[in-house]
């Protein structure tokens, strides 16, 4: 399975091997990095491509992740789901020249709306840390509950980060989105 999804203004694509000079010059920005828990920092073109070695198209919902592609500005970020100790997590990054632009909320919300018309997964986790307070904002326009507080080593950081926990339920997306 490769699902290929679309909004007004992105397609959302399985991630492909030319997308890593642009993956690696994204996250080399310690902007981005920073806010994310698995990303080293600096990244090195050698990291995106192991990564992309790793994105397969018969891969199962919960560990498919989507290159964001905008119209007549190529790849500019990701949104993806994984397995985490709890269940299933979303996360997403956008290069900065994307932000501020209501581009993730539009990724966001077609990932949520596959994943959930795809699995049978009851609710889906992420959270952010407790500095990245944009991607806090889009959560809760989906609905996403604060759910406790953990610590969460930042790869860019080297360290222990105070991070907030989050969900969506399945019903709270049919709430909102049915």
Do not use: C
């Not at 997403?92 to 994943?115: D, H, N, Q, S």
């Not at 790869?155 to 989050?166: F, M, N, P, S, Y």
């Amino acid at each position: 399975m490769s699902p290929i999804l679309t909004t007004p203004r992105l397609t959302l694509r399985l991630p492909a091997n030319d997308d890593a000079e642009r993956i690696t010059l994204f996250l080399s920005d310690y902007a981005v990095a920073s806010n994310l828990a698995r990303v080293p920092f600096p990244y090195r073109m050698g990291d995106a491509r192991a990564w992309l070695r790793s994105r397969r198209p018969d891969l199962p919902p919960e560990e498919t992740n989507f290159a964001i592609e905008l119209a007549d500005e190529g790849y500019a970020g990701q949104v993806g789901f994984h397995r985490g100790d709890n269940g299933i997590i979303i996360g997403y990054w956008l290069g900065t020249p994307f932000w501020g632009r209501g581009i993730m909320t539009e990724a966001v919300t077609a990932a949520l709306g596959w994943f959930f018309n795809t699995s049978d997964a009851d609710k889906v986790l992420s959270g952010v840390f407790v500095f990245n307070l944009a991607s806090l904002a889009i959560q809760a326009k989906f609905g996403f509950t604060e759910t406790g507080r953990s610590s969460v080593l930042s790869l860019a950081r080297g360290r222990e980060v105070e991070h907030i926990d989050t969900q969506l339920t399945r019903a709270q997306w049919m709430d909102k989105h049915s």
